[in-house]
């Protein structure tokens, strides 16, 4: 069946690209209870108004009315020229709905579609240009000589859009093809493409000459021949042999990979097109082969028919085909179920090499019996690739490797619990014969289990007890085991800091980042792993987490200090913030680092901006520096959640931080502000007069009350402020009736109620 949609699928997909789901105000006065002539005559005139939701109206009103609006087909013609893009857009459908009828608005529309007739953005000239082209296909043939005649245009927008209107004409445009044909070699991309989809809307009529362009001289014309016949599909199968002939022959690296596509996609007889896509897949040309490997993966008539072909090309004398061969196998998925002995060959050939091995875990389940196989038959050595392939399918591969897990190689049940443990949750329902092979046995492979167990997340409540158990243990590799499962638990205390600095040179990953993780929990009784610590930061995957732990442990890594820094001016925003939160939990102790400290707090990234102020605030000791640093932040708009974390630290500064009053009454207007500001203020208090009214008008009855108080304490002074105390004496809670009253009374003693 053809690959090529029907006309009207085409419209919709691309009306659909380009919808822009504008809205439009309902002018009352639009349209009443007359007659269909009275009603255009009315919109008509409206079309014309000054006011922009009348002209909207009146375009939509008509383009609800179909071909009753015909008389109306001039005015809709000028509103085309409308600044507003509704009334456009419109006054364009209502054009549209009139197809035939609306020929008079064909030169205008045919104007709409030049690039110089349009401004905005190219989204919005884009969408011009679609529907544009859609209203001219809707014409009928009087449209076709004036289209052609654009397609010859030196406005490459008008160019594109004739095309498109063109070829939402579909078969009845075929007296355009020649002029189509013409903009093969046309310089701009969008211009080719429009011309190649309406050949393909014309369909079989264009079939002939389109083929004819295979010969052409010029690089883009060919390729824009076999990009044509791509699209129509199964429907040029009668290119096929020119096609193939063409393909002997190109030496344009570019055509041929268009050629290859459309190959894949006209062929209809996989015999014919498999020889030359494999023979493509060992081109030099890197997008050749890809092209090739593409156009064979691409199509499912071609995917079973490729896999045999394929898989002869495992034995190729050359690595790199081998290789291309093997990944070409993965991505056809189940559908290479049969080349499955030959790569199981090829990656025992290849001792594992992922680049075959990967492949198999992409064909998919079916290839799990034939590992079982290979990996009963395996010795230790060679089991290795095998479970890592296994590992590699997930939760369908549990089964195998949970059978794996009885091999008499302790060698092969250890590597089946690794590659279970790797796979996390996904191997769940391992845990029983995990738990079982952890409980008897040799003790490499008890380690191994309790490690898989571990990475599991198995039962805590049973896992514990074992994991302390080979705490205990003679055997060091059972005793690491369980000191990395414990951690691992985050029961650091049970390990203490000389258990875990065991595990700091685990082989394993995922140990060594539970060692860190905890020691930080120890916090200042880890202070002998320090040293340790520090020489961890060079790991990337350790790095946070160790910066992490340092904070945690506190003033003891005061000595990784430099260390740090080092490490923050080389390192990106995560690991820049991580030191600052370091550098937090150190404290004082970490005054080295505030030359990076300060310049943190205006980094551009809010995720290093952020942890600066806690920083600062713990590691600076000159209080003046301090409050010159603090203050600013209320003096300036935003910095919301910066001021949430200074507001606390005003309060020790009392008196000396009110120029920040100004700000920290800003903040009482927002509720997740209002706590730390009115905590800063009561601290500091507040003596402004103006600034007291303002927390008069805020939400929260404890602000009030503060301010009444505040205003109680400057007595006479505050009397700008009794109006508004009195409006408070009333239908407010009854904490702040109270307050006010009091404060009234000290300001104005003689009228106190």
Same mark, same amino acid.
């Given at each position: 069946?053809?690959?090529?949609?029907?006309?009207?699928?085409?419209?919709?997909?691309?009306?659909?690209?380009?919808?822009?789901?504008?809205?439009?105000?309902?002018?009352?006065?639009?349209?009443?209870?007359?007659?269909?002539?009275?009603?255009?005559?009315?919109?008509?005139?409206?079309?014309?108004?000054?006011?922009?939701?009348?002209?909207?109206?009146?375009?939509?009103?008509?383009?609800?009315?179909?071909?009753?609006?015909?008389?109306?087909?001039?005015?809709?013609?000028?509103?085309?020229?409308?600044?507003?893009?509704?009334?456009?857009?419109?006054?364009?459908?209502?054009?549209?709905?009139?197809?035939?009828?609306?020929?008079?608005?064909?030169?205008?529309?045919?104007?709409?579609?030049?690039?110089?007739?349009?401004?905005?953005?190219?989204?919005?000239?884009?969408?011009?240009?679609?529907?544009?082209?859609?209203?001219?296909?809707?014409?009928?043939?009087?449209?076709?000589?004036?289209?052609?005649?654009?397609?010859?245009?030196?406005?490459?927008?008008?160019?594109?859009?004739?095309?498109?209107?063109?070829? !939402?004409?579909?078969?009845?445009?075929?007296?355009?093809?020649?002029?189509?044909?013409?903009?093969?070699?046309?310089?701009?991309?969008?211009?080719?493409?429009?011309?190649?989809?309406?050949?393909?809307?014309?369909?079989?009529?264009?079939? !002939?000459?389109?083929?004819?362009?295979?010969?052409?001289?010029?690089?883009?014309?060919?390729?824009?021949?076999?990009?044509?016949?791509?699209?129509?599909?199964?429907?040029?199968?009668?290119?096929?042999?020119?096609?193939?002939?063409?393909?002997?022959?190109?030496?344009?690296?570019?055509?041929?990979?268009?050629?290859?596509?459309?190959?894949?996609?006209?062929?209809?007889?996989?015999?014919?097109?498999?020889?030359?896509?494999?023979?493509?897949?060992?081109?030099?040309?890197?997008?050749?082969?890809?092209?090739?490997?593409?156009?064979?993966?691409?199509?499912?008539?071609?995917?079973?028919?490729?896999?045999?072909?394929?898989?002869?090309?495992?034995?190729?004398?050359?690595?790199?085909?081998?290789?291309?061969?093997?990944?070409?196998?993965?991505?056809?998925?189940?559908?290479?179920?049969?080349?499955?002995?030959?790569?199981?060959?090829?990656?025992?050939?290849?001792?594992?090499?992922?680049?075959?091995?990967?492949?198999?875990?992409?064909?998919?389940?079916?290839?799990?019996?034939?590992?079982?196989?290979?990996?009963?038959?395996?010795?230790?050595?060679?089991?290795?690739?095998?479970?890592?392939?296994?590992? !590699?399918?997930?939760?369908?591969?549990?089964?195998?490797?949970?059978?794996?897990?009885?091999?008499?190689?302790?060698?092969?049940?250890?590597?089946?619990?690794?590659?279970?443990?790797?796979?996390?949750?996904?191997?769940?329902?391992?845990?029983?014969?995990?738990?079982?092979?952890?409980?008897?046995?040799?003790?490499?492979?008890?380690?191994?289990?309790?490690?898989?167990?571990?990475?599991?997340?198995?039962?805590?409540?049973?896992?514990?007890?074992?994991?302390?158990?080979?705490?205990?243990?003679?055997?060091?590799?059972?005793?690491?085991?369980?000191?990395?499962?414990?951690?691992?638990?985050?029961?650091?205390?049970?390990?203490?800091?000389?258990?875990?600095?065991?595990?700091?040179?685990?082989?394993?990953?995922?140990?060594?980042?539970?060692?860190?993780?905890?020691?930080?929990?120890?916090?200042?009784?880890?202070?002998?792993?320090?040293?340790?610590?520090?020489?961890?930061?060079?790991?990337?995957?350790?790095?946070?987490?160790?910066?992490?732990?340092?904070?945690?442990?506190?003033?003891?890594?005061?000595?990784?200090?430099?260390?740090?820094?080092?490490?923050?001016?080389? !390192?990106?925003?995560?690991?820049?913030?991580?030191?600052?939160?370091?550098?937090?939990?150190?404290?004082?102790?970490?005054?080295?680092?505030?030359?990076?400290?300060?310049?943190?707090?205006?980094?551009?990234?809010?995720?290093?901006?952020?942890?600066?102020?806690?920083?600062?605030?713990s590691v600076e000791s000159d209080e003046a520096k301090l409050l010159a640093t603090l203050i600013p932040?209320?003096?300036?708009?935003?910095?919301?959640?910066?001021?949430?974390?200074?507001?606390?630290?005003?309060?020790?500064?009392?008196?000396?931080?009110?120029?920040?009053?100004?700000?920290?009454?800003?903040?009482?207007?927002?509720?997740?502000?209002?706590?730390?500001?009115?905590?800063?203020?009561?601290?500091?208090?507040?003596?402004?007069?103006?600034?007291?009214?303002?927390?008069?008008?805020?939400?929260?009855?404890?602000?009030?009350?503060?301010?009444?108080e505040s205003l109680a304490a400057l007595g006479p002074?505050?009397?700008?402020?009794?109006?508004?105390?009195?409006?408070?004496?009333?239908?407010?809670?009854?904490?702040?009736?109270?307050?006010?009253?009091?404060?009234?009374?000290?300001?104005?003693?003689?009228?106190?109620?």
């Amino acid at each position: 069946m053809s690959t090529v949609k029907s006309t009207s699928a085409r419209w919709t997909t691309r009306l659909a690209l380009f919808g822009v789901g504008l809205t439009f105000a309902v002018w009352p006065c639009a349209v009443g209870a007359e007659d269909a002539p009275a009603q255009i005559e009315k919109l008509t005139k409206q079309l014309t108004v000054s006011e922009v939701p009348a002209r909207r109206d009146a375009a939509y009103q008509l383009g609800k009315m179909g071909a009753a609006a015909k008389p109306a087909v001039p005015a809709l013609i000028k509103a085309l020229q409308d600044q507003d893009k509704q009334v456009w857009f419109f006054a364009l459908g209502a054009l549209t709905e009139l197809g035939p009828d609306a020929r008079e608005a064909l030169p205008a529309l045919i104007e709409d579609l030049s690039r110089k007739s349009r401004g905005g953005r190219d989204r919005e000239r884009n969408q011009r240009m679609v529907r544009t082209a859609y209203a001219l296909s809707r014409l009928g043939p009087e449209a076709i000589p004036p289209l052609i005649a654009t397609l010859g245009s030196d406005d490459s927008a008008a160019r594109a859009g004739a095309a498109r209107a063109l070829g !939402g004409m579909g078969p009845q445009a075929g007296a355009a093809i020649p002029a189509l044909l013409a903009n093969f070699n046309h310089g701009e991309v969008f211009v080719r493409q429009e011309a190649i989809d309406a050949l393909a809307l014309i369909g079989p009529a264009a079939l !002939g000459p389109v083929t004819e362009a295979l010969g052409w001289n010029e690089p883009l014309q060919r390729t824009s021949a076999v990009l044509t016949l791509a699209q129509l599909g199964s429907a040029a199968k009668n290119a096929e042999s020119a096609l193939t002939e063409m393909l002997a022959k190109e030496t344009d690296a570019d055509v041929r990979m268009a050629a290859l596509t459309a190959l894949a996609r006209v062929s209809t007889d996989p015999a014919k097109a498999v020889p030359l896509l494999v023979a493509a897949a060992k081109d030099d040309n890197a997008a050749v082969r890809h092209a090739a490997i593409n156009a064979l993966c691409g199509s499912r008539p071609l995917r079973r028919p490729a896999v045999a072909p394929l898989a002869a090309l495992l034995k190729d004398d050359n690595a790199a085909v081998r290789q291309r061969a093997a990944q070409a196998l993965g991505r056809l998925g189940p559908d290479a179920v049969e080349a499955l002995p030959a790569l199981l060959a090829a990656t025992r050939a290849a001792e594992g090499d992922p680049a075959f091995a990967d492949p198999l875990a992409q064909i998919g389940p079916a290839a799990l019996p034939a590992l079982l196989t290979a990996l009963k038959e395996a010795n230790a050595t060679n089991s290795a690739w095998i479970l890592r392939t296994l590992r !590699g399918f997930g939760a369908p591969a549990v089964p195998v490797l949970v059978e794996a897990l009885q091999q008499p190689d302790a060698t092969i049940r250890v590597s089946a619990a690794g590659a279970l443990g790797a796979m996390g949750r996904d191997a769940a329902s391992a845990a029983s014969p995990l738990f079982a092979l952890a409980e008897t046995g040799e003790a490499v492979v008890q380690a191994a289990a309790l490690r898989a167990l571990t990475a599991l997340s198995a039962e805590r409540g049973r896992l514990k007890p074992m994991l302390l158990s080979a705490l205990k243990s003679p055997v060091p590799e059972l005793r690491k085991a369980g000191a990395a499962g414990l951690a691992a638990l985050g029961e650091a205390t049970a390990l203490g800091a000389d258990g875990l600095l065991v595990l700091l040179g685990d082989d394993d990953p995922p140990i060594r980042l539970a060692a860190v993780q905890a020691l930080g929990q120890l916090g200042e009784k880890a202070a002998s792993a320090v040293p340790a610590l520090m020489g961890r930061l060079d790991d990337p995957a350790l790095q946070v987490a160790v910066l992490d732990a340092f904070g945690k442990i506190g003033p003891a890594s005061a000595p990784a200090v430099p260390r740090i820094l080092e490490i923050a001016q080389k !390192g990106g925003p995560q690991v820049r913030a991580a030191s600052l939160l370091a550098f937090t939990g150190i404290g004082r102790a970490a005054g080295p680092a505030l030359p990076q400290i300060y310049a943190a707090l205006s980094d551009s990234t809010p995720e290093v901006r952020f942890p600066a102020l806690p920083a600062l605030l713990s590691v600076e000791s000159d209080e003046a520096k301090l409050l010159a640093t603090l203050i600013p932040m209320f003096n300036e708009e935003g910095g919301g959640r910066l001021r949430r974390v200074a507001a606390p630290a005003l309060a020790k500064f009392g008196e000396r931080a009110r120029p920040a009053v100004p700000g920290l009454v800003a903040m009482l207007d927002r509720d997740n502000d209002r706590p730390a500001a009115l905590a800063a203020l009561q601290a500091i208090g507040v003596r402004n007069v103006p600034d007291l009214l303002k927390m008069l008008a805020v939400k929260d009855p404890k602000a009030r009350v503060f301010a009444c108080e505040s205003l109680a304490a400057l007595g006479p002074e505050a009397k700008d402020a009794a109006a508004r105390l009195r409006e408070l004496t009333n239908g407010q809670p009854p904490s702040v009736q109270d307050a006010a009253r009091a404060a009234l009374a000290k300001i104005e003693p003689a009228s106190a109620l």
